[in-house]
């Protein structure tokens, strides 16, 4: 069965600094990989992802994800934060060789970053 | 641009009762989804539907849940029974279809059960 793991429940950055969230995965055949944000009170915004190609993905609000196949991993990267990062993001990955089209989640992580 | 949304943002109910969760999927989609999240976990799939029946349902979807496509607009989810351990977000979400496309969200029915 696909899943996901995020390890950190809170990143804590200062503004302007570097930005990593990690995310490792698990899947059986190709991993399609997903980065959803969430603001409080709002749904799951989409943020960019990873279905084949580059293994570096660029998305929304200057987000950009690196996929490793041999370490199974694909954290999200913002070179420098804004205070309006402050989130809760999470990872997800789908399994296309399961025939399913669910996403499965990692936990989440809590992003606060300090004026 | 298009968004999927959701009615009601917040529902209180007594255990017991029976709840229905609203969703307008994005017009043009073909896969409709249940996710929910209960406060501190991780969000956890419950249900997908596709031309009007089910395709797949988690371990979590049991005789208590269902879902219906009313009236080609309207994607709902009915508990029939609520129980304390239902107190969750629920998010709804549809895809176009395609490997490359990813799924939309809406913004949640926080649902509390007394």
């Known amino acids: 069965a696909q899943s996901v793991a995020q390890p950190e429940d809170q990143v804590n950055v200062a503004e302007g600094n570097p930005l990593t969230v990690k995310c490792t995965y698990s899947v059986s055949g190709n991993p399609y990989l997903f980065w959803y944000v969430q603001y409080p009170n709002r749904g799951l915004q989409f943020l960019l992802k990873?279905?084949?190609?580059?293994?570096l993905v660029k998305g929304s609000y200057g987000f950009e994800a690196e996929f490793n196949k041999s370490q199974t991993s694909f954290h999200l990267k913002k070179p420098s934060a804004l205070v309006s990062d402050s989130a809760l993001y999470f990872c997800?990955?789908?399994?296309?060789?399961?025939?399913?089209?669910?996403?499965?989640f990692g936990k989440g992580n809590q992003v606060v970053v300090i004026p | 641009e298009p968004e999927v949304t959701q009615t009601p943002s917040h529902q209180v109910t007594q255990m017991g009762q029976e709840v229905i969760l609203r969703c307008v999927p994005i017009?043009?989609?073909?896969?409709f989804y249940w996710y929910r999240q209960i406060l501190g976990q991780k969000v956890e799939f419950l249900v997908s539907f596709y031309n009007n029946e089910i395709s797949e349902k988690s371990e979590i979807f049991d005789d208590q849940f269902s879902v219906e496509r009313p009236d080609g607009s309207n994607f709902t989810l009915k508990i029939r029974s609520t129980k304390l351990e239902d107190s969750a977000m629920y998010f709804c979400a549809s895809w176009e279809g395609g490997a490359y496309n990813e799924q939309f969200f809406g913004p949640g029915t926080r649902l509390t059960v007394l």
């Open positions: 990873y279905i084949t190609g580059d293994n």
């Open positions: 997800a990955v789908r399994d296309i060789s399961e025939g399913n089209n669910r996403l499965a």
């Open positions: 017009s043009n989609h073909l896969y």
